[in-house]
């Protein structure tokens, strides 16, 4: 069984953690059962950038990272406190440690501006939030990436994307990534696909 850690930065995009729960819930039962999705937060209450209410199944404090395959992150909204926690020492080091030891890593778009704060994307493709009014690319490039203009860039074992709509095809890749190619189409057609 391979086990993702879903981590849930307050003020998170329920939709962008929905696709991972989903997709990789979907590989378990109907697939080749072999993904354990687990939510972790820095705080035992979560609010969404709507102001949903969630309980993760985990706080940071009561995991051992080892224990887990994958790395999955969802975007949010600054306005509601997303780069508080997402920023912060606890969340960048569990990104740094699922590097150090060549884990997947798959975020969702502004998700990857922690990945860029962390350090891990130094010289690395990627891409974020893609919007023309926005500055989120040129964070990114600030952190040392190459900002790249596709909707999913994927740089060795890190995933990024541009904005919420690429979250499904985010979530598929990752779970090509810890199956197969063959797994993943099945879950995608049993889905509607």
């Known amino acids: ?26 590989n378990r039962w109907e697939g080749d059962g072999s993904t354990e999705v687990v939510t972790v937060g820095l705080r035992d209450k979560l609010t969404c950038t709507w102001n949903f209410t969630v309980l993760p199944e985990k706080t940071l404090d009561e995991i051992v990272l080892d224990e887990f395959d994958a790395l999955a992150i969802p975007g949010g909204f600054e306005e509601a406190g997303f780069y508080e926690d997402a920023f912060s020492p606890p969340f960048l080091n569990v990104i740094r440690h699922f590097h150090a030891n060549q884990k997947p890593i798959a975020s969702i778009c502004v998700a990857s501006l922690a990945l860029g704060k962390s350090g891990i994307l130094q010289g690395k493709k990627a891409t974020t939030y893609n919007h023309s009014t ?59 696909f």
């Open 1 to 26: 069984m391979k086990k993702i850690l879903l981590l849930l930065a307050d003020g998170f995009e329920a939709v962008e953690a929905s696709v991972f729960s989903d997709v990789l819930g979907w």
């Open 134 to 192: 926005s500055i989120r690319k040129e964070q990114l490039k600030n952190f040392g990436a190459v900002v790249q203009n596709d909707l999913v860039v994927e740089d060795g074992h890190i995933i990024t994307s541009s904005n919420p709509g690429t979250a499904f095809d985010v979530a598929f890749l990752l779970l090509e990534n810890l199956t197969t190619k063959e797994n993943a189409d099945h879950v995608k057609e049993l889905m509607g």
